[in-house]
């Protein structure tokens, strides 16, 4: 019976409302009574399946806030499907991201809504480019960025993530004593690593697809519209982004950095749902774009979560010997001391060139 809000039943509305209320900036009330019914139906095939939500900082914030069990970076994911007692993973993000689920959690059912959600950065190296690059420099520490398949993974000394690119590198300079690591896929964080560290880099021309359309003319135009605002961007940028920024860190920096000092405005060059999702937790900070959408975590929606949990598919698995062999990679890397704090990219170094030697 349509005796709640927008012509919903009284029991749907108050079971969605406080999901309304961090996502009514977002979605409009048109909207709203399909998303909130989905919303429901969801929870509820997730108690009947023994199901949890990994939702990444990326998805659209009916997802973020309405259904996701874990939310944040595809490590801090995994992490928490590792952790978690449930039988079966839904991988509300991209393909590389529910691999890494199931490489940590091996014994686990990981299924992703759409299978075509991929990552131009992931796609950009395999396994076999990985074994051509340590033929050509033997000796060298390979760091993969998590960002990364299976089998990219299997052939990597240890993995890192944006957050903590700059600590993995020196340790892995250290430890393999030598004054030079292969730092594999990603260029652009490749050469922001390499502006705060002295241990030489080898790079991958990999690119985020996202990341890489942003420009310092871009940041010019922004402070010149918006001169109060603090403009906030991830390493997966050029590097002329990040020395025309006030702030450079991975996604779980950026958000630390806008809760702690909620400034009036902000501008986050990064993907866009991540400013929608931050704004539901930290009311009062006007978001400014611009942004730029990630088409292949925008193909993950409520309608095929719900049918991924309805019909369990779409199953993600890793050939066993691979996953050991990433384990081991991804393993090494949680196995560091954490970080007190996730990483920032510090900005008087990261206006100084640093060159890499690009494979
Ligand atoms: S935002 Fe970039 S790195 Fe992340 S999935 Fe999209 S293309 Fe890949």
Redesign the pocket.
């Known amino acids: 019976m349509a005796d709640g809000a927008f012509g919903l039943s009284r029991e749907l509305a108050e079971e969605t409302a406080p999901v309304w209320d961090k996502v009514k900036d977002f979605v409009t009330p048109l909207e709203w009574p399909q998303q909130a019914r989905l919303i429901s139906e969801i929870n509820r095939l997730k108690r009947e399946r023994d199901a949890v939500i990994l939702a990444h900082n ?1 998805m659209t914030p009916e997802i973020f806030h309405g259904v996701g069990d874990y939310v944040g970076d595809s490590l801090g994911l995994a992490k928490e499907a590792a952790r978690s007692d449930a039988k079966v993973i839904v991988q509300a993000g ?1 393909h590389f991201m529910a691999e890494t689920s199931k490489i940590l959690s091996p014994d686990k059912t990981v299924l992703i809504p759409d299978l075509r959600a991929g ?4 796609s950009s190296i395999t396994g076999a480019d990985v074994r051509l690059i340590k033929e050509r420099h033997p000796g060298l520490p390979v760091v993969t960025y998590v ?1 990364t398949t299976a089998d990219v993974k299997a052939e990597t000394d240890i993995c890192c993530t944006s957050a903590n690119a700059v600590q993995v590198v020196e340790w892995a300079a250290k430890e393999w004593g030598v004054d030079k690591v292969i730092l594999i896929p990603d260029e652009y964080l490749a050469r922001n690593v390499a502006a705060q560290t002295t241990v030489g880099i080898i790079a991958w021309a990999g690119r ?4 890489e359309r942003f420009t310092a003319d871009d940041i010019k135009e922004m402070r010149a519209a918006y001169p109060g605002a603090e403009i906030l961007a991830h390493p ?1 940028c050029p590097e002329e982004v990040l020395a025309a920024s006030d702030f450079a860190g991975s996604t779980a920096a950026m958000i630390d950095y806008v809760a702690a000092r909620k400034p009036k405005q902000v501008v986050m060059i990064t ?1 866009c749902s991540m400013a929608s999702n931050v704004k539901g937790d930290v009311p009062g900070v006007d978001f400014i774009g611009p942004c730029n959408l ?1 088409p ?2 925008k193909r993950i929606t409520l309608e095929n979560i719900r049918d991924c949990l309805r019909d369990m598919k779409f199953e993600v698995t890793v050939a066993p010997e691979m996953a050991e062999r990433a384990a081991l990679a991804v393993q090494r890397m949680i196995d560091l001391p954490p970080p007190s704090k996730p990483a920032r990219y510090d900005l008087v170094k990261a206006r100084h060139h640093v060159d890499v030697e690009l494979i």
């Open positions: 990326y991209v990552c131009s950065l992931a960002n985020c697809e996202v990341h997966e993907e990630c292949h975590m």
